[in-house]
């Protein structure tokens, strides 16, 4: 569900914004911005539909395989 926010910002703000990124462009723009600071994802749940995906498991086993191999063969 979308809600509507009212929001005071300087004119030369207003404007570089409606010149930069264009009017009716500027909700999801400033959305996008903030969202990664205010939306908290739910990781554990995240990781668990992640490791259902049984081909990116092989793969990132096997990533991490070469890579303690990789980090065992250098020197300090």
């Known amino acids: 569900m979308r ?3 009212t929001l ?3 004119e030369e703000v207003y404007e570089g ?4 990124i264009g009017p009716r462009k500027i909700s ?4 996008e911005l ?3 600071h205010v939306v908290r994802p739910n990781l554990e749940s995240a990781y668990a539909e992640m490791a259902k995906d049984r081909k990116r498991e092989k793969e990132a086993l096997e990533w991490a395989e ?3 191999k990789d980090a065992d063969h250098e020197t300090l």
């Open 3 to 5: 809600k509507k926010l």
């Open 8 to 10: 005071t910002v300087d």
């Open 17 to 20: 914004l409606r010149n930069t």
């Open 28 to 31: 999801k723009f400033i959305e």
């Open 34 to 36: 903030v969202r990664p």
């Open 66 to 68: 070469i890579a303690f």
